[in-house]
């Protein structure tokens, strides 16, 4: 069964391009493109729909508040395309239920690999973009949440911790640390439950900055 995508982006080149990039892979069936983040929405309302590509800067809805919609009222995944310029709108985001901030100049095989990574419920974050995450959290030491204690956490559970950091899926993490995707997926619910974090962005966020708010 292919994996239905939409794309959205106001500027029709990204549109037709990435429809053209997408049409060379077995796994996708482009649904629909379009121009803004109310079309998307209105689209995947009415349609099934499994991962929506979102443009950020958009008219009428942009890609954040259309990711709010979309997670609130259908089960369409979405992943943020952007550029460096819309670092600003990257936690927001992340808060409204984006699971993924792909570059828009990635190697096709980056973003099959990402369309697929989000479509199975994980998470993708490039390095570039963590560290715009990185440097734009200031937390505020007065109102402050978990800390980051390396001792709560096992020699095992910091090397999945870092990998994860550095935007990997749990596949190259098993081939980089030569255990099972299952004792990963351990790991990382061990991880949450220590922290009380909800997804695995987060643990990426709270490994960078030491801190995470609650």
Do not use: W
Request: proline share 1%.
């Amino acid at each position: 069964m292919k994996i239905k995508v939409i794309i959205a982006d106001d500027n029709s080149f990204i549109r037709e391009g990435m429809k053209i990039i997408l049409a060379t892979f077995d796994e996708f069936d482009v649904v629909a493109t379009v121009e803004d983040g109310q079309e998307a929405v209105t689209y995947c309302e009415a349609h099934e729909v499994d991962v929506a590509l979102m443009d950020v800067r958009m008219p009428n809805l942009n890609g954040v508040e259309a990711t709010k919609q979309l997670t609130e009222h259908t089960k369409t995944k979405t992943l943020i395309l952007t550029t460096f310029d819309d670092d600003e709108y990257i936690t927001d985001a992340i808060l409204n239920g984006a699971k993924g901030y792909l570059l828009k100049n990635n190697d096709p095989e980056r973003i099959r690999d990402a369309i697929k990574t989000v479509y199975h419920g994980h998470h993708v974050l490039q390095d570039v973009v963590l560290d715009k995450i990185k440097s734009g959290l200031k937390p505020d030491k007065e109102d402050s949440g978990t800390k980051f204690d390396r001792s709560l956490f096992t020699e095992r559970e910091l090397d999945i911790m870092a990998l994860i950091a550095k935007g990997l899926a749990n596949k190259e993490i098993s081939k980089k640390l030569f255990i099972s995707e299952g004792t990963i997926a351990n790991h990382i619910t061990s991880i949450l439950s220590k922290t009380g974090l909800e997804h695995r962005t987060q643990i990426a966020i709270f490994y960078l900055t030491g801190e995470v708010n609650k």
